[in-house]
């Protein structure tokens, strides 16, 4: 092993290239921008790092980045990872261009850098390290990278069904992680699930001058008066039965909480902000990022938002929404109690549709996975790993409800990475460590037991 | 003057494509496009009708057109106009290109026909065709056309202060009116005033990632909790103190309001709508359009609202307010009266800022000025001009409140003419009238008391 973590020292200047390249091409799933290029750039730096890389064509949506490359045992590792990134708009809030790939004291900023073009690559990166220090590959490893995880993943779940055989594995790395405020390396066992959906009114055919507003509907009225009927200022989810399905915490994650230190003060510097929501403090804080659903407005938009005045009432009106789901809440069920719950607020004439739709999913922390990810991180980090029982975030581990394997999350983030938001950026300390993480849980995989 | 009547009726077709001209060019005051350009080729149209016309520089502000033709009288008529024009977005709602001046079935459509590039027009077309059918002008007329009468024109009462000789009149015909939804030719005497005013509300230096949306504030949530006290369901506007300098109605504008067709059918039919605000009906229509001040949402963004999905929990939210006010309620006031309210209720994290303001005034039906307009009507219409005590829309009369000359308002649009809206509209039949109308009325002008 140590060889190949001195092969990663000596052309970790390489690698860095090679991810500044990748991050350097837009592959905004929103917007169908730059996907198939990136899936196809993706497919030739895998076959340069020795995987047998290809697209496989995906009918329902965007391609899919499938890889093998074969081990010393009969164990075999999944790793999900996605290609896709957010939009970067608002783009003049960026310091440096969103997909300028620049490096300034030691860190890149890019869309997507992050989240997860960084992590993916780390994990092509160990392979290419072990590979070509002289070593044949501890365990078989499969690469399945999507393109559509920043929209939902709508066609992930078919794709992955027609493919079980193709995707048998004994446990999941799954696509991210990012190091908390404390710098600790962290291990995500879960996610929380999510229903995103979109609210439109429209009160006529026309907007009109707003001298009319005593007597025309205005939709941007109704989708203020109907959103407004959601949440208390106590953030608490005021559509009926929102809370039913919430599994209580049991004792033992309660504890593992315990361990994971707060983000409040780095939340607070790092935002400017001098107060949280509801004024958490301290374990508050994680108890109600990781454990309590949310109703979040993505965007709202209506009538006139350019420069100066207009006096207008408008007729359309619109706002997106995410609601971040936990245990054991349903995404399908939490739509139609949204539904019923506009429809005896008074406001039928609010349209709801989804957008994309996920179930909260959690591996035990008892798993023999975890706790080699945990082994092999002790050969890399300076600090312990700390295990996070769910992610805050959601991704489409619930598309593999199906099998029993494990999935853990591990990546190259930091807890200033500001994913989703201008500026995204990584550490390239963080990066280097990234790739000797993934390389040791391979070495460490194929001596110790996983299941 | 049927020597005129003749005139308009023979060069018709060139005054419409006078028209279509002056409003093919595009003179968005919100925006800063084509001010001057508009500025000067308004001075040329009426240099060509006989009016000795000049561009006034305005140190604060757009361009100001002033003009002058002499009379037999020594009566003067200030024709108060602005060049100006309301953005033309939404682009995509357009039937026509909205600076195309495209006529189809008698109807032009264009950004600014009806409001007000065509009534200022018809009344250069009437001076043009007073003097070109060999008559000398009846009584002196002076032009007054300003640039920023849709952005609140900020400058425009520091102008008129500067300029108190030039603009001495005895009665000012006002910029605009349309016929109603029974088609009645229609005088408006007065306008509502009105505070237009920016809300903001930034809760961080950064968006997030809507994972995060359980313990990060979401400025649209503040936002929407914020507009949501403005108002209740019923219209009822929450600012405390709100109500407090409305001037009841007296029974002689009760009685006038009365003679007013109800708007009620033709609103509902033109903007595809089944109920109105409140559910307002009949005489309820124009009670609520005409005397109540409103509070309404011109427009709201935050956050992501482009194609797809975007999970992120926005740091900046923006509103446009407009309150429309009535006598004797003072904008300033009523700025001062939000923020306290906001204030009180917990918002002291939403800013507000003052874009205009404009006092509502109101001319006595009893002024003779009135009974002219209305007999000038009649050599023209086929109905009785129907006297309407004060307009729903707003403009800077308030900035004549140093004179006590009568102010009434007549036009060339119709109830369709959707002002402020996509495909804004005139009809060339009422542009015609209009054209004869203002003729008809300086030959009444001069062998009538006016004052």
């Not at 009109?208 to 949440?231: D, E, Y």
């Not at 919430?246 to 361990?259: D, F, N, R, Y």
């Not at 300390?429 to 000797?436: F, L, R, S």
Request: glycine share 6%; with cysteine.
């Amino acid at each position: 092993m140590q060889k190949t973590f001195t092969y990663i020292d000596d052309h970790f200047e390489g690698m860095v290239k090679d991810l500044q390249a990748f991050c350097a091409q837009p592959s905004i799933a929103a917007q169908n921008i730059g996907m198939a290029e990136t899936a196809h750039m993706l497919v030739q730096k895998m076959q340069e790092a020795g995987i047998e890389a290809r697209v496989l064509e995906n009918e329902n949506g965007y391609p899919v980045v499938y890889g093998e490359a074969k081990g010393n045992s009969d164990k075999t590792l999944l790793f999900y990872n996605h290609y896709d990134v957010q939009p970067p708009e608002p783009i003049e809030k960026w310091n440096y261009p969103p997909f300028g790939s620049e490096i300034h004291d030691g860190i890149l900023y890019a869309r997507g850098c992050s989240d997860n073009k960084g992590t993916l690559l780390s994990r092509v990166h160990a392979i290419e390290a072990i590979l070509k220090s002289g070593h044949t590959l501890p365990v078989n490893v499969k690469f399945l990278v999507e393109g559509e995880e920043e929209i939902g993943s709508p066609s992930f779940e078919a794709f992955v069904h027609a493919h079980k055989d193709l995707l048998q594995a004994d446990a999941c790395l799954w696509e991210n992680s990012a190091k908390d405020e404390e710098d600790n390396p962290v291990v995500k066992l879960g996610n929380k699930g999510m229903l995103y959906c979109q609210l439109h009114v429209k009160t006529g055919n026309t907007d009109v001058h707003s001298m009319n507003a005593p007597v025309v509907p205005n939709a941007a009225w109704r989708l203020v008066q109907a959103l407004n009927t959601l949440k208390d200022e106590k953030e608490n989810i005021l559509i009926e039965g929102f809370y039913d399905d919430v599994l209580p915490i049991c004792p033992e994650e309660t504890e593992a909480w315990k361990k994971v230190p707060s983000p409040e003060e780095g939340l607070k510097k790092r935002l400017g902000i001098s107060r949280l929501v509801n004024d958490a403090k301290g374990d508050e804080v994680n108890i109600a990022l990781y454990t309590k659903p949310s109703c979040n407005i993505c965007g709202v938009v209506s009538g006139y938002t350019g420069e100066g005045q207009k006096t207008v009432t408008p007729c359309d009106a619109s706002a997106k929404l995410d609601f971040r789901l936990v245990v054991a809440q349903d995404p399908q069920k939490i739509f139609s109690l949204l539904r019923s719950h506009l429809d005896r607020k008074g406001f039928t004439d609010v349209e709801v549709s989804i957008t994309s739709a996920a179930a909260p999913t959690k591996t035990p922390v008892t798993e023999k996975f975890v706790q080699v990810i945990c082994r092999a991180a002790e050969d890399v980090y300076d600090k312990p790993l700390v295990i996070l029982p769910t992610a805050a975030g959601t991704g489409p581990r619930d598309v593999f409800a199906y099998t029993d394997m494990p999935i853990a999350g591990i990546g190259c983030g930091h807890a200033g990475s500001v994913q989703h938001a201008p500026n995204e950026n990584i550490r390239l300390t963080d990066y280097k460590e990234a790739i000797k993480h993934v390389a040791a849980l391979l070495f460490h995989a194929e001596q110790e037991e996983i299941r």
